[in-house]
């Protein structure tokens, strides 16, 4: 954009690495960029395109994550390591719930972005999906696999609510640009911090079979109201009742019913018990990952 965003961290004190897809805008951006002493570096790109599945030298504006953070000059650092960087984005309406799935495989597999350690987000979502991604059960409609997993992935802070009204020009005459019955379904457009958490890939859990949690809940999720039991023995899993109890998991409980860490639980016991490897669900989780790539 106008670079709004990249003037505010300016003033704060921020170095930044801008990533700029509109080459309308490059000509200003790159004018306050020769006006600074090396505070501003601008890139053409789009950050949604960030590591696409092609063999090769990557297009702009396309990006590749190794070229962008060497342009930073931001190394890797091991997981419970602080924050390496933090990334301010706003997430394309149309596209942001494709965005915030990338994202999660990315965060889960430790690739792209989060190969270099625990990538701090700072996003713009709508006010609907920042209601998902902190559902809980018993939110019916917010409470979703999307929910479960980012709540395991990452510490969610809420930071700032602007009212829609505020990126909504005015025409000459001072109506709205856009009436108020065609605005967005939400009041606000959120920025939210998302913070992978330290202790993510303790435990069971580990980027090696982290596709395999991934797959659980969403299959979990595919039908809500299922009881857990069910889900289970249709994974072949034939003592999945001795499992919950293990858990203190109550064997009448819908799949909607599980708090993040209770799923996270019942992984780790999965893994422990060797369930997974002796039935046909890994072939189930690579199925998926090649329909997802």
């Known amino acids: 954009g106008p670079g709004i965003l990249t003037r505010t961290l300016l003033n704060a004190g921020f170095r930044v690495v801008a990533v700029e897809s509109n080459s309308a805008f490059l000509p200003s951006l790159q004018s306050l960029e020769n006006s600074l002493d090396g505070q501003l570096k601008i890139i053409y790109g789009d950050f949604f395109r960030l590591d696409p599945l092609v063999t090769g030298k990557v297009k702009p504006p396309a990006l590749c ?13 091991p997981w419970r390591e602080d924050v390496p960087v933090k990334v301010f984005w706003i997430l394309p309406q149309r596209r942001e719930r494709n965005a915030l799935w990338r994202l999660l495989f990315a965060l889960y597999e430790c690739s792209s972005i989060y190969k270099y350690g625990r990538v701090e987000l700072n996003v713009f979502i709508s006010e609907k999906e920042y209601k ?9 409609r917010a409470y979703q696999a999307l929910s479960v997993l980012w709540q395991v ?49 303790t435990g069971g859990l580990k980027p090696t079979n982290s596709s395999t949690f991934v797959f659980m809940v969403k299959q979990c999720f595919a039908k809500p ?56 669900f890994h072939d189930e989780v690579l199925e998926s990952i090649r329909n997802i790539n």
């Not at 930071?159 to 005459?173: C, D, G, Q, R, V």
């Not at 293990?246 to 860490?261: F, G, K, V």
Request: net charge negative; charged share 25%.
């Open 65 to 77: 994550s190794d070229e962008l953070f060497e342009t930073m000059g931001v190394a890797a650092v």
């Open 132 to 140: 998902v991604l902190t559902a809980k059960p018993g939110e019916a």
């Open 153 to 201: 992935g990452c510490e969610i802070q809420l930071l700032h609510m602007e009212p829609w009204s505020s990126f909504i020009t005015n025409l000459k005459n001072g109506a709205l640009a856009i009436p108020k019955s065609m605005c967005l379904p939400n009041d606000h457009l959120c920025l939210v911090r998302l913070t992978p958490r330290k202790n993510l890939f």
């Open 225 to 280: 109201t299922s009881r857990l039991t069910d889900r289970l023995n249709s994974w072949s899993l034939d003592n999945g009742g001795k499992l919950l109890r293990e858990q203190e998991i109550p064997e009448s409980a819908e799949t909607r019913n599980l708090y993040p860490e209770d799923y996270r639980r019942l992984f780790e016991a999965l893994q422990n018990s060797n369930m997974f490897t002796d039935t046909w």
